[in-house]
């Protein structure tokens, strides 16, 4: 079960980036989407968290009030959009599924992670 996130880049701080994540030979429809990133030398932390049936929706602090994520479950597919990003929001970001109905907001709930996309930005 993996997704194949896109859409990172560099941006300038105060800017913008949405963020695409496709799943690879499964249906997402039975899946629950967590959205993690990983800064150097960190663990991963979690910004965002969607339900199954997209009726759950949670954001920690570290993207609450500026990241949004929604999902196009007949495209496969999710997203974060992230605004007013900050050199701090500097990272891997990853999309995995988890087999869950509700959100589960551990890294160690999800099975398996793709390669992630980075997120670089500058001040």
């Known amino acids: 079960v993996q997704l194949v996130e896109s859409g990172g880049g560099l941006v300038q701080s105060g800017g913008s980036l949405r963020l695409s994540c496709l799943a690879s030979g499964f249906r997402v429809d039975a899946y629950a989407i967590g959205w993690f990133r990983q800064k150097p030398g960190k663990e991963r932390e979690g910004v965002a968290f969607?339900?199954?049936?997209?009726?759950?929706?949670w954001y920690p602090d570290s993207g609450k009030g500026r990241f949004t994520t929604t999902s196009a479950r007949a495209k496969n597919s999710a997203y974060l959009q992230m605004n007013d990003l900050q050199p701090e929001d500097t990272a891997v970001y990853y999309c995995p599924a988890v087999w869950s109905v509700s959100i589960l907001t551990r890294a160690s709930d999800y099975p398996s992670w793709g390669q992630g996309t980075q997120v670089t930005v500058f001040s």
């Open positions: 969607i339900s199954k049936y997209d009726d759950e929706i």
